[in-house]
Every structure is written in C-alpha cells, then in structure tokens.
C-alpha cells in the first residue's frame, strides 16, 4: 500500500517528516517496506484490512500522534427522478453477496481527471484513465472499499443481477481477454448477459468512456472466499479484488458510493438522481467487548490509566461507553481483528509503546528433572535395538470378533468404536500381540529374514463401567520362547530387575510354552509361543508383554559404584539333564546357593531334546565365570566349586551330569 503523505495530508497532521512517520508506525507494529521522497509503502498483514486506505492510515496515524482525523464531509445534491425507476437490481445469489447498492448520475461529461487527483493517483501507484473511472479508484484507496462504474445506456433491459455465471459463460473483461466461467464465479450481469467479474474487474461492454452520458456506480460487499476463487481460478487479480478478499465493511459500502457520487458532481457535472438501490442482508452487529484497564495493568505488566484507555480506543474508531472500572467497546470500523478484551490489550501495548513496557532481567533457575518414565523407554529401545530387533508404530484398532482374541489384560468385552473407519477394525485394541505378529507375517510374505520387533503403546481396557488405558511393552520373535525370554531379559537386566518366570496356561499360546512375568511376586504381563492361529507364520514364533508402567516404577537405574576387578576370570560350562518342568529360575537359585562368592555370573546357553535324552527330560547347557577380588583363582579351587554345584543339582533338582 503505497501512502503519499501529502494526500495523507488531508486527513490528519503527521509528523514533520517521511522517516518520522515511517519509525511511529513501525513502533505500532506497521511494516514500512521503504520509504521514497514522499511516499511511503506499508507492507499491509492480512488482519489489517483497515490499512488498506488512506483514512485507515489516517486513523493508525492521528491515535499515534494524538490528533484528530478529518473524515471528508459529503454534500450529496440529489434532484431529478428516483433512481429506483430508471434501474432495476436483482441479488439472486444472496449467499455471495450480501450488499449490493447502485446510485445514477445523469449528464456526465467524461474527461480528463484534474492535476492534482493525477499526482495522488499516481504517487499511489494508479494510473489515470478518466475523471469517472478515476474517482472510483481515488475513492477505492481513500476509504478501502471497492467501487465500480457502468455506462448505464449499455446496461441492457435497465437492470443489474447479481447471480452465479452459467456454464461456460464467457465474458470479455476491460484488460481486453475473454474469460471462460464457471457456475462457481460471481457476476454482475444486465437482462442478457455478464457484464463484470464480481469484485474481480468488469466488462469491456459497459466500461465507461468519452461518451458515456449516464453512470451507474456500484458498491458492494462480496463474499472474500467466492472473490479469492474466482481470482485464482482465472489468475486474474486487482486492487478491488485484494481488498475484497480481506473483507470490507457493511457500513463503508454506502459512505464509498455517496463520497464517489459527490466527487461525480464536482468533476464530471451531471445531476444525481434520488436515492439508492439498496439490496442487504440485515446489517451485522458489531462485536462487543468488555475491556478492564486493572487486566491492561496484569497482562502488560504495564500501568495505562483508564481515560489513556478510552483516549487510545476512541482514537482507533471504537464506540467506548462503560465505567472506568470496566469499559464496553464496539468495534471500530473495518478492524474484523478486534472482538475480545485480549485483542484490545494488543492495540493499548501497540500504541501506547512496546518500549514502555518494563523489561524485568531477573529470572529464576529450576533444575531440570528427567521424567522416569522416559529414560525408562529410552533404556527399553536401546537394549532391544541393540540386539537387532526393530521398533514399531501399529494401528491402534482391532478386528472385531476375532477368534485368536488375546484378551490377557481384560475379562470384558472390546471397546467398540462409535464410528469405525471400515468394516474389519471395529474396535480398540486389547493387546499389542496381534499387530506386531501380522508384522512378522508381512516380511515373512515378502522373504525379509525375520527379525524380532517391540513397541511400547498404550491397549485400551473396560474398567466396570468404565473405560481404561494401560501403558506395554510388547515383543514378537520368531522362533522359541527362549528367544523371547532372553530379549525380556535384557530389557529388565538394563532396567536392573530380575527376571521372575511362572508356569501358566493361556489359551491364546501353546500348551506347555506360556509363562506368567513377576516382578516382586505381582504378575506384570506373559510370554510364551503363540498358537499357530494367532501367529499365521509357517514357523513357531513367540510373544510377551509386560506392564510397561510397573518396569518404570521398578527400575533401579543409578547403580552404585563397583571398583573394575582385574582379576582374570575361568570360565566353567555344564550340561546337565533335567526334568521337563523344570525352570531356569530353579536351576539358576540352586547354582547361586551351591557356588563360593567367587561365582560372578551364570548365564543360560541352550537346551537340547532328542538322541540320548529320554522322553519327560532336557538337557540344558549353561555357562559359568568365577572371579575373586583379590587373586587369581586356581583350577582346583575352581573344580572343587563346580562339584558342589553339581551335588547342589543333584540332590535339589535330580538333576545329573550329562
């Protein structure tokens, strides 16, 4: 918006010069692109509308100096017939229009415009084309609001419709090209034919030239979004077009009509005939706001006294009635920004200064403090992405009615969705099994090696009456449930818990695989392999989930500080046959109970069945590292340690050498 300041003159005094009215509106938060000689062009944000005109930037402009602005006075001589009997309007598309007024002169004289409304045009960027054209567009960028002019003797049938373009219509508009339109487009049309784009440019039929005797002015208010389509649409765009699409107000329509008529009469002679042509909705009540200055005070941090208040938002346009204790303010003209108290906070700090608003350095310091939670997951998804499985993100929907229902965590029925996205997902998940397993079944379908994969999510649960959410951890892996026990047992490892395995029977496992998981004698979730119809994989592959929460709230993860021994270890490997229901939290307790204090550690290797071992038995190989503090341990010592163990197997588990 290019702003010649001697224009802007008549409006309101501003400052001396072109860089000291260029620095107060930046201080109001008006954007100054650059300034040149006596113009100055604002950059213009969407929300300002009001900006777009010369009496908008007035009034920024007076409420920032503290003076008045000069709204011109209009004189409207009217004399001759009514102008509702020489025209006819008609607003058929009511939804896209909501005020459509048309006043008529008779008798112009078409022709050049005076000097001095050149120069302010065309310091503003616009260029003269004649007196009657040029006075809608002075008119245009003195009050923001859009005018258009038709040579009423080349309005067919004497009547003006404003209805949506037929099908294909075309209309050749007054840059000269034919534009094609759809029943989406706004025109304005007479009995026959479209003779404008609504609020976009008008036709080449009625355009206004040297003989044009008779006009008719148009001032409007079109719907932003239908005029933005239709812009888009025909890449056709202009000053009337940009300010359409911001929105212009219901009460400057008919102040621009009569300003422009009035200006007709003093330029161009003519008479103007009686009335106006006013088709509206009903005129839009302006929003209303209850404004404290106490809450100016607690939200700026800034003291304004109430008659500064009243002083700065009278200074904008608004209507402020109210005591002092709390103000009602109506919202200026043109400002569709301003609706609630906080809005009008805003506009105090912008003119009051937003460097007076105090600067407090202070601050205080809180430490920061880790969420448990987190650091939890982050231990979880380093261990088991250290040991090649893959995270994942799964549908939090299930099928409904499935067989293969692993339902571990609730007795009750599925949650089911009040408005599901398709007919197979129809309600919440229970468990985080089902997913993950149809993600090994679909690298498995395109011949990916199978990799095990976790996720950490919420299932979804009825509580009574009510609904709940729980927090697992979910892991599927092909192959045994050893594989699986062993991935668990990193994570609590990492998390230092124990692992703590109980024999169970869940009917979504295999019979003899599925295991209840501890933690201080509670039951936190299962593992085990899953039944050939939930996994749907050609070979074996296992599952476990665990409650994710109960790991959080007993995960040790600041461990105390153990001095590196340096001490070489010697390791022992044992295969020992056991009984069938026999449990490495069994085998493992005895060892520990068995063995010296120089035992460090003792760690499951594999499991054998078949040639050799006799049905209703297993062979279970596991390791062993013996390690003192404070010498190195001697073979004998160590053989005469792994004895005592195996005694401790036998007598305790029946358990012999193999």
Same mark, same amino acid.
């Given at each position: 918006? *290019?702003?010649?300041?001697?224009?802007?003159?008549?409006?309101?005094?501003?400052?001396?010069?072109?860089?000291?009215?260029?620095?107060?509106?930046?201080?109001?938060?008006? @954007?100054?692109?650059?300034?040149?000689?006596?113009?100055?062009?604002?950059?213009?944000?969407?929300?300002?509308?009001?900006?777009?005109?010369?009496?908008?930037?007035?009034?920024?402009?007076?409420?920032?100096?503290? *003076?008045?602005?000069?709204?011109?006075?209009?004189?409207?001589?009217?004399?001759?017939?009514?102008?509702?009997?020489?025209?006819?309007?008609? $607003?058929?598309?009511?939804?896209?229009?909501?005020?459509?007024?048309?006043?008529?002169?008779?008798?112009?004289?078409?022709?050049?415009?005076?000097?001095?409304?050149?120069?302010?045009?065309?310091?503003?960027?616009?260029?003269?084309?004649?007196?009657?054209?040029?006075?809608?567009?002075?008119?245009?960028?003195?009050?923001?609001?859009?005018?258009?002019?038709?040579?009423?003797?080349?309005?067919?049938?004497?009547?003006?419709?404003?209805?949506?373009?037929?099908?294909?219509?075309?209309?050749?508009?007054?840059?000269?090209?034919?534009?094609?339109?759809?029943?989406?487009?706004?025109?304005?049309?007479?009995?026959?034919?479209?003779?404008?784009?609504?609020?976009?440019?008008?036709? *080449?039929?009625?355009?206004? %030239?040297?003989?044009?005797?008779?006009?008719?002015?148009?001032?409007?208010?079109?719907?932003?979004?239908?005029?933005?389509?239709?812009?888009?649409?025909?890449?056709?765009?202009?000053?009337?077009?940009?300010?359409?699409?911001? @929105?212009?107000?219901?009460? %400057?329509?008919?102040?621009?009509?009569?300003?422009?008529?009035?200006?007709?009469?003093?330029?161009?002679?003519?008479?103007?005939?009686?009335?106006?042509?006013?088709?509206?909705?009903?005129?839009?009540?302006?929003?209303?706001?209850?404004?404290?200055?106490?809450?100016?005070?607690?939200?700026?941090?800034?003291?304004?006294?109430?008659? /500064?208040?009243?002083?700065?938002?009278?200074?904008?346009?608004?209507?402020?009635?109210?005591?002092?204790?709390?103000?009602?303010?109506?919202?200026?003209?043109?400002?569709?920004?301003?609706?609630?108290?906080?809005?009008?906070?805003?506009?105090?700090?912008?003119?009051?200064?937003?460097?007076?608003?105090?600067?407090?350095?202070?601050?205080?310091?809180?430490?920061?403090?880790?969420?448990?939670?987190?650091?939890?997951?982050?231990?979880?998804?380093?261990?088991?992405?250290?040991?090649?499985?893959?995270?994942?993100?799964?549908?939090?929907?299930?099928?409904?009615?499935?067989?293969?229902?692993?339902?571990?965590?609730?007795?009750?029925?599925?949650?089911?969705?009040?408005?599901?996205?398709?007919?197979?997902?129809?309600?919440?998940?229970?468990?985080?099994?089902?997913?993950?397993?149809?993600?090994?079944?679909?690298?498995?379908?395109?011949?990916?090696?199978?990799?095990?994969?976790?996720?950490?999510?919420?299932?979804? /649960?009825?509580?009574?009456?009510?609904?709940?959410?729980?927090?697992?951890?979910?892991?599927?892996?092909?192959?045994? #449930?050893?594989? $699986?026990?062993?991935?668990?047992? %990193?994570?609590?490892?990492?998390?230092?818990?124990?692992?703590?395995?109980?024999?169970?029977?869940?009917?979504?496992?295999?019979?003899?695989?599925?295991?209840?998981?501890?933690?201080?004698?509670?039951?936190?979730?299962?593992?085990?392999?899953?039944?050939?119809?939930?996994?749907?994989?050609?070979?074996?592959?296992?599952?476990?989930?665990?409650?994710?929460?109960?790991?959080?709230?007993?995960?040790?993860?600041?461990?105390?500080?153990?001095?590196?021994?340096?001490?070489?270890?010697?390791?022992?490997?044992?295969?020992?046959?056991?009984?069938?229901?026999?449990?490495?939290?069994?085998?493992? %307790?005895?060892?520990?109970?068995?063995?010296? #204090?120089?035992?460090?550690?003792?760690?499951?290797?594999?499991?054998?069945?078949?040639?050799?071992?006799?049905?209703?038995?297993?062979?279970?190989?596991?390791?062993?590292?013996?390690?003192?503090?404070?010498?190195?341990?001697?073979?004998?010592?160590?053989?005469?340690?792994?004895?005592?163990?195996?005694?401790?197997?036998?007598?305790?588990?029946?358990?012999?050498?193999?």
């Amino acid at each position: 918006m *290019k702003v010649p300041i001697s224009w802007l003159k008549e409006y309101v005094d501003p400052p001396a010069t072109p860089a000291e009215l260029a620095k107060l509106l930046v201080m109001a938060g008006v @954007g100054v692109e650059s300034v040149e000689g006596d113009v100055l062009d604002l950059e213009i944000t969407a929300n300002r509308a009001d900006l777009l005109s010369m009496l908008g930037v007035a009034r920024e402009t007076g409420v920032n100096v503290r *003076k008045p602005v000069r709204v011109p006075e209009l004189a409207l001589a009217e004399s001759g017939d009514d102008v509702a009997n020489a025209l006819a309007v008609e $607003v058929a598309a009511k939804d896209l229009c909501t005020r459509y007024t048309a006043r008529m002169v008779t008798g112009v004289k078409v022709g050049p415009s005076p000097s001095w409304m050149v120069q302010r045009l065309e310091a503003a960027g616009v260029r003269s084309i004649n007196n009657v054209v040029d006075i809608t567009n002075y008119v245009l960028l003195e009050s923001g609001q859009p005018l258009h002019a038709f040579d009423a003797g080349l309005l067919r049938g004497k009547k003006i419709v404003v209805r949506r373009a037929a099908p294909d219509e075309k209309l050749l508009a007054i840059d000269g090209k034919e534009y094609k339109l759809t029943k989406d487009n706004l025109v304005i049309a007479d009995a026959e034919r479209a003779v404008a784009i609504a609020g976009v440019m008008g036709g *080449k039929d009625t355009e206004i %030239t040297n003989a044009t005797v008779d006009v008719v002015i148009e001032s409007a208010q079109f719907d932003p979004v239908s005029v933005r389509r239709t812009g888009r649409r025909l890449a056709l765009s202009s000053d009337s077009s940009y300010r359409f699409e911001r @929105g212009v107000d219901f009460d %400057t329509v008919d102040w621009a009509s009569r300003r422009a008529v009035a200006l007709i009469l003093q330029l161009a002679g003519g008479k103007a005939r009686k009335g106006v042509i006013d088709v509206s909705a009903a005129r839009p009540a302006r929003p209303v706001a209850k404004v404290r200055p106490a809450r100016i005070s607690q939200v700026l941090g800034l003291s304004v006294a109430a008659p /500064r208040v009243r002083e700065i938002l009278a200074g904008l346009g608004a209507q402020v009635a109210g005591s002092d204790a709390e103000l009602e303010v109506t919202a200026p003209v043109g400002r569709r920004d301003l609706k609630i108290e906080v809005d009008y906070i805003e506009e105090v700090a912008r003119i009051e200064g937003y460097d007076k608003i105090p600067c407090d350095t202070s601050f205080g310091l809180r430490v920061a403090v880790d969420n448990p939670e987190d650091l939890v997951r982050e231990v979880v998804r380093s261990a088991l992405t250290g040991v090649g499985a893959y995270e994942c993100l799964t549908w939090s929907f299930a099928e409904a009615g499935t067989p293969n229902r692993v339902s571990f965590w609730t007795a009750g029925a599925p949650i089911p969705l009040r408005d599901p996205l398709g007919n197979v997902d129809r309600t919440l998940r229970e468990s985080l099994v089902p997913r993950l397993l149809e993600v090994l079944q679909t690298n498995e379908s395109y011949k990916e090696p199978l990799r095990p994969v976790f996720e950490i999510a919420h299932l979804y /649960r009825r509580d009574g009456k009510a609904y709940g959410e729980k927090n697992v951890l979910a892991i599927a892996a092909p192959g045994d #449930p050893l594989g $699986v026990k062993g991935l668990l047992e %990193t994570v609590l490892e990492r998390a230092g818990i124990p692992l703590d395995l109980q024999p169970a029977a869940l009917p979504f496992l295999e019979a003899g695989s599925a295991a209840e998981v501890r933690i201080g004698g509670t039951v936190v979730g299962y593992l085990g392999q899953a039944g050939a119809a939930l996994s749907g994989l050609r070979n074996p592959a296992s599952v476990a989930e665990i409650d994710f929460d109960a790991v959080v709230k007993a995960a040790t993860l600041t461990r105390p500080y153990r001095d590196f021994n340096r001490q070489p270890p010697v390791d022992r490997d044992l295969a020992v046959v056991l009984a069938e229901a026999t449990t490495w939290r069994q085998v493992e %307790t005895a060892v520990r109970a068995a063995a010296p #204090p120089t035992l460090e550690s003792v760690r499951f290797l594999n499991e054998y069945k078949g040639k050799g071992i006799e049905p209703g038995f297993k062979s279970w190989a596991f390791s062993m590292v013996f390690r003192a503090a404070d010498r190195t341990l001697a073979g004998p010592e160590v053989d005469a340690s792994v004895q005592s163990i195996l005694k401790a197997l036998e007598r305790d588990l029946r358990a012999r050498l193999r």
